[in-house]
C-alpha cells in the first residue's frame, strides 16, 4: 500500500502518527500497532510536534487537490466520446418498432463530474436510452394531453404499480395515446385488459452488444480507452409517488435550494428492466419487475454541489477503487459495496451539514475521514437509507461477513492514516505524471516543508500544462469524430444530435464534424451509395452556415452530375476545414505552430492547380520546418480523397502489413510539415523545377525526417518515399 515512495519517506510518515494510528499486516488485514505509553514531557512535546506535522501534511493534500482539479469551462475527451456515443445510438433503429426512435441521455460519472483532476476519475460512458414511443405515468394518473417534442404522434403508456420492495415497480399496459393534427394534443384509448410489461421483452437491440443485467456493453471500435454501457429505460415525466416525501421533507440547511428542488422533479425519473436481486430467481417477479431510477436527478444534484464537495467525492471514490473495498459499478443495489453507496453518503452529507461544514477550517482528508466513518455505521447498523426512497435500504449486500470486514476496516481509518495514504498513492501517483525532476523531489517528503515544495511544484506544472493538455483533448476528439464517421454511417438523427452537442462542448469541433461528414457524403457518392437521408444531410450541415449556394442546393442537387457534387461538397469541406485551423491557430498559436492553408492546398492539388498549390505549400515548409508542436492530417476514407495517390497506396500497404495500426494514432495521420514537404516536392516535379531547386528540397526532406518520431509510420515511409522519387529524377 505504501510503496510508492521511497523506504526512508515511508518510515518517517508512519513515525509521525499519533497512538492510534494504522498499520497494514498483510494485504487483506489492518490492525492497531501496540504502542508504549509516554509520560515524559520531551515525548510528550515530541508528539505534539509530530501531529503538528501531521496537520501540515493535511493542509497540503487540501491545497493540492483544489490547486490540481480543474474546473469547466474545458473540452474533455471523454465528453466528446460520450457525445459520440449518443449520437450513434440516436441514429440506430431499434428492431421490432421501426418508428421508434432512441432517445438518448449521458449519465453517471461522466454527466455528474465537472472537475478534472489529474488521476482518472471516470471509469466508463453510461448511456441511458429510451423509446420516443413508451411512457411510464404513476399509478393514478391521467394519460397525458401533452408531451414533449421528442415523443412520437403514437405512444404506448404504462402504469407504474408499487411492488413489495421499495425502489422496485411493476408496470401495466393500459392506455395508447395518438396525437390530433389538428391541436396537437394527444388523445387516448384504453386497452381492454391490463397486461404486465415483462423486463425481458424490452432491450433495445443493437449490433456489436452484449447484455449485462439492465446495461448494454458495446464496443463500437471509434472509443479510445473508456468501455460503454447503455442502459435501456422508460421515461417517466412525473416524480414517482414512492419518492412523494423527498421534495417537501424539512431541510435545515437549505440544500439543495428550491430552484434545484424545482428541477429534478420537473425531470421526472425512469424505470430501469431489472428486478431485485432477491426476486431474480422467482419466476414471476424475476420477469416482471424493474428499478426505478433516479440517475437524472442525481446528475442535476451533483453538479449542484462545491468543487470541494466534487473533490471530496472523487476523493472517497479513489480511495475506495484502490484499496478494493467497491465493485465501482454504479448500481442502486449492487450485491456488493459500489460507488452507489458513496454518492448516497455524499447526497445525504451535502443535505445534513450546513455550508461551514465543508468550508471552515477546509481539511479535504477530515472530511472524508468523517464520512468514511458513517458510512462504516451504516453498513454496522444495515441502516443505508436510499436518498430518494427512504424505505428503500442499500445495505441488502451479498455478502454479510465482507460488508462487516469493510465496516471495521472503515471505522479504523483516522486522519493520520488517510493523509500518508493520500501522500503515497494520489500525491505519488500524480508525481508519475510529471517531469522527472519533479518525481525526483518526491522521493523525499520527509517533512511537511518538502511536500510542500513537491506538490507546489506539481501544481505548477499542472497550469502550465493547461493549454497543452487542451491542445491533446482536440487532438484526440478529432480522432474520435473522425472514426465514429468513418465507422458509421451518418443518418439526420445522429447529424443532428453532433452538431448540437459539439456546439455546447466546443463550437470548434461542430465545424470539424460538418468538414468530416460533407467528405463522408462524398464517399457515399463515389461509392454509388447515395440516397434521400444524404441530401437531408447537406441540408442540415449548410443550414448553419445559409448563403445562395446552399439554398437551392436541394433544388440543384438532382440535376448536378457526380463530379460537379463531389467538387461542391469537397470544396465547402475544405473551407470548413479551413475555418477550423483558424480557430485553432487563433486559440493555440502560443503553443502550436498551426498553418491555415494545408486543406486549401490540398485542393488545388487536386484540382490540377500544382502553382498555387506550391505557393502555399513552401510557406507552409518554411513556417513548420523547425516547429515543435503543429497539427495532423488524418488519413481515414474521408480524408484520402483530398491526397494523392501515392499517398493513399503507402497507407493501403501499411494497413495490409499491420492492420493493427489503424486504431493506433500516430500510425495513420501525417504531420503538416510531411504533407507540406511532400506536396511542395510533388509540384516542383510536376512543374520540372531545376535540379538546384530540388538539391534544396531534399535538404528540406533530410530536415523533416529528422524531426519524425520513429512511432510517426506513415510520416517515415512518406519521406523516405519523396526522398527517393526525388533522387529518381536528379540522378538518372
Excluded at 210 to 221: E, I, K, N, R, Y
Excluded at 611 to 623: G, I, K
Aim: glycine share 2%; net charge negative; with cysteine.
Amino acid at each position: 500500500m505504501l510503496s510508492s515512495v521511497s523506504p526512508s519517506t515511508n518510515k518517517y510518515l508512519w513515525s509521525v502518527l499519533p497512538t492510534l494510528r494504522l498499520r497494514e499486516t498483510h494485504a487483506s488485514s489492518w490492525v492497531l500497532p501496540v504502542v508504549d505509553s509516554c509520560d515524559s514531557e520531551e515525548k510528550y512535546q515530541q508528539s505534539v510536534t509530530m501531529a503538528d506535522e501531521c496537520r501540515d501534511f493535511s493542509k497540503t493534500i487540501t491545497t493540492f487537490l483544489l490547486n490540481t482539479c480543474r474546473l469547466p469551462p474545458r473540452l474533455s475527451q471523454r465528453d466528446v466520446e460520450a457525445v459520440v456515443h449518443c449520437a450513434w445510438a440516436a441514429g440506430s433503429r431499434p428492431t421490432g418498432d421501426e418508428e421508434a426512435e432512441v432517445i438518448p441521455l449521458i449519465t453517471g460519472s461522466v454527466a455528474e463530474f465537472y472537475i478534472e483532476p489529474m488521476l482518472p476519475h471516470v471509469g466508463d460512458i453510461d448511456v441511458m436510452t429510451h423509446l420516443n414511443t413508451m411512457l411510464a405515468i404513476p399509478r393514478g394518473h391521467p394519460p397525458p394531453t401533452q408531451l414533449p417534442a421528442e415523443f412520437h404522434n403514437y405512444v404506448r403508456i404504462v402504469k407504474i404499480i408499487d411492488s413489495h420492495l421499495p425502489g422496485y415497480v411493476y408496470l401495466l399496459v393500459r392506455y395508447l395515446l395518438t396525437q390530433c393534427t389538428d391541436d396537437e394534443k394527444y388523445n387516448y384509448i384504453e386497452y381492454d385488459e391490463e397486461v404486465c410489461l415483462s423486463n425481458k421483452s424490452y432491450r433495445l437491440n443493437y449490433d456489436k452488444v452484449v447484455m449485462h443485467g439492465p446495461a448494454v456493453f458495446t464496443d463500437l471500435s471509434f472509443t479510445s480507452y473508456l468501455s460503454l454501457d447503455f442502459v435501456n429505460c422508460i421515461r417517466c415525466l412525473s416524480w414517482p409517488s414512492q419518492a412523494a416525501d423527498w421534495p417537501a421533507r424539512h431541510r435545515n440547511y437549505g440544500w439543495p435550494d428550491s430552484a434545484t428542488l424545482d428541477r429534478v422533479v420537473n425531470n421526472g425519473c425512469d424505470v430501469v428492466p431489472v428486478a431485485h436481486r432477491l426476486c431474480r430467481q422467482d419466476k414471476w417477479m424475476g420477469k416482471l419487475q424493474w428499478r426505478l431510477s433516479f440517475s437524472r436527478a442525481e446528475i442535476v444534484l451533483i453538479n449542484s454541489w462545491m468543487p470541494v464537495q466534487q473533490i471530496v467525492y472523487h476523493m472517497l471514490r479513489y480511495f475506495m477503487k484502490t484499496e478494493g473495498l467497491t465493485d465501482c459499478a454504479d448500481n442502486a443495489e449492487a450485491g456488493t459495496l459500489s460507488n452507489y453507496h458513496i454518492k448516497t453518503l455524499m447526497l445525504w452529507a451535502c443535505e445534513l451539514n450546513p455550508k461551514s461544514w465543508w468550508t471552515k477550517d477546509l481539511s479535504l482528508v477530515r472530511i472524508c475521514v468523517e464520512l468514511l466513518h458513517t458510512l462504516s455505521v451504516w453498513l454496522t447498523d444495515t441502516c443505508c437509507s436510499h436518498y430518494f426512497v427512504k424505505s428503500c435500504s442499500l445495505c441488502l449486500l451479498a455478502n454479510p461477513f465482507s460488508v462487516k470486514n469493510v465496516a471495521n476496516k472503515l471505522m479504523l481509518i483516522d486522519e493520520e492514516y488517510l493523509t500518508t495514504w493520500f501522500i503515497n498513492n494520489y500525491v505519488g501517483q500524480c508525481a508519475q505524471l510529471c517531469p522527472d525532476y519533479i518525481l525526483q523531489l518526491f522521493d523525499d517528503v520527509s517533512s511537511s516543508v518538502k511536500l510542500q515544495n513537491v506538490v507546489s511544484e506539481i501544481v505548477r506544472w499542472r497550469l502550465q500544462t493547461s493549454l497543452r493538455d487542451l491542445w491533446l483533448s482536440f487532438d484526440s476528439s478529432e480522432c474520435v469524430i473522425t472514426s465514429y464517421v468513418s465507422v458509421h454511417s451518418v443518418t439526420v438523427r445522429s447529424c443532428v444530435y453532433l452538431m448540437n452537442e459539439l456546439t455546447k462542448i466546443d463550437r470548434h469541433l461542430s465545424v470539424y464534424f460538418s468538414a468530416v461528414a460533407l467528405l463522408h457524403v462524398v464517399c457515399k457518392i463515389l461509392r454509388n451509395s447515395f440516397s434521400d437521408g444524404d441530401v437531408a444531410i447537406l441540408l442540415t450541415i449548410f443550414g448553419r452556415n445559409v448563403n445562395q449556394t446552399c439554398n437551392d442546393l436541394s433544388l440543384r442537387i438532382t440535376g448536378l452530375i457526380t463530379s460537379e457534387l463531389v467538387d461542391l461538397l469537397q470544396k465547402s469541406a475544405v473551407e470548413y476545414l479551413t475555418t477550423y485551423r483558424h480557430l485553432m491557430a487563433r486559440d493555440f498559436g502560443s503553443l502550436a505552430t498551426i498553418v491555415t492553408t494545408d486543406f486549401e492546398a490540398m485542393f488545388a492539388y487536386k484540382c490540377g492547380d500544382y502553382q498555387r498549390c506550391l505557393q502555399l505549400f513552401t510557406q507552409n515548409v518554411h513556417t513548420l520546418l523547425y516547429a515543435i508542436v503543429m497539427p495532423n492530417v488524418s488519413t481515414h476514407v474521408e480524408f484520402i480523397q483530398l491526397l494523392d495517390d501515392d499517398i493513399v497506396s503507402l497507407t493501403a500497404l501499411m494497413l495490409i502489413i499491420n492492420p493493427k495500426c489503424r486504431n493506433q494514432a500516430l500510425s495513420v495521420c501525417i504531420s503538416q510539415l510531411t504533407l507540406s514537404v511532400y506536396l511542395m516536392t510533388q509540384c516542383q516535379l510536376k512543374l520540372h523545377h531545376s535540379v538546384t531547386s530540388l538539391a534544396q528540397t531534399l535538404e528540406y526532406i533530410n530536415v523533416a525526417q529528422t524531426r519524425q518520431l520513429r512511432e510517426c509510420t506513415l510520416d517515415q515511409l512518406t519521406l523516405k518515399f519523396i526522398e527517393r522519387k526525388v533522387y529518381l529524377t536528379t540522378c538518372p
